[in-house]
């Protein structure tokens, strides 16, 4: 076979030919782009998580302010009835010295609003370790979400039902008394032991109060959900940029 025959061109020559240098710079081109665009949407997605999670601890701690002064409030007002509870007062009405409590004082609302505090100010204070303390490598755990979720739906349940005991109880007024019943309901019973009406102020402020650790605690969780989408994202641009290159 003569030479000359070798060079004739065929048919699949374009494919079998390499690629032009105007092919390569437009592919290192679109490379370059792509890198560009993953890298900034992942800047976008870290800085939207930075702000989530600030946010998130600033309600951490809003939640455990209300939190502790719900525990402070509660104990308080069962100090004061334990102290009082044999003090005699000087109705306004009649003039006759009476007993500063009834007889029967219910305190079980007091002992759960209690309990739903120190339940709340320990998920707190573990999710604060958490999101800014060092064992933050936690949050890279597989069961980690699914603890934070029950956790926040825990203390919503324990505050829940707080409230609802809390005011129910409440309710039953002259049939069932407890220290929030009574308090509101003789406010200008005064002794050397105990005032009624600073005592209802407060008692007031604990329920609004536990309402509001609820409505935090939800929007928590809520942000923590969001957050973790945003973990995933971040994950996915980490695949592209190993396969694509460094951003």
Known sequence: MHSSQLNLPTAYEPYSRPHSAE???VHAEKLRQQRITTRNAKQKEE???QVLDSVRIVLRLLALAFAISIIGVQS?????WDQSRDETVQNPQTGFRMRAWAAQMD???TWVN???GVIASAIH???LITLCGGTRALRYIKLYPWVVALTSIFSIVAWIAAVVYYKVDNARGKKHWDIWSWSCTHETWNSSKVSFEPLCVELNYSFYAIIIA???EITCLILFFISRSIEK??????QIVTVTGSA
Do not use: E, F, M
């Open 76 to 80: 308080h007002v069962a100090r004061v």
């Open 23 to 25: 092919h390569d710079a």
């Open 114 to 116: 209690i309990g739903a």
């Open 47 to 49: 800085r939207s998580k």
């Open 125 to 127: 204070i573990s999710s």
């Open 233 to 238: 994202k971040q994950r996915r641009y980490r």
């Open 107 to 109: 305190l079980w609302p």
């Open 214 to 216: 609820a409505v935090i």
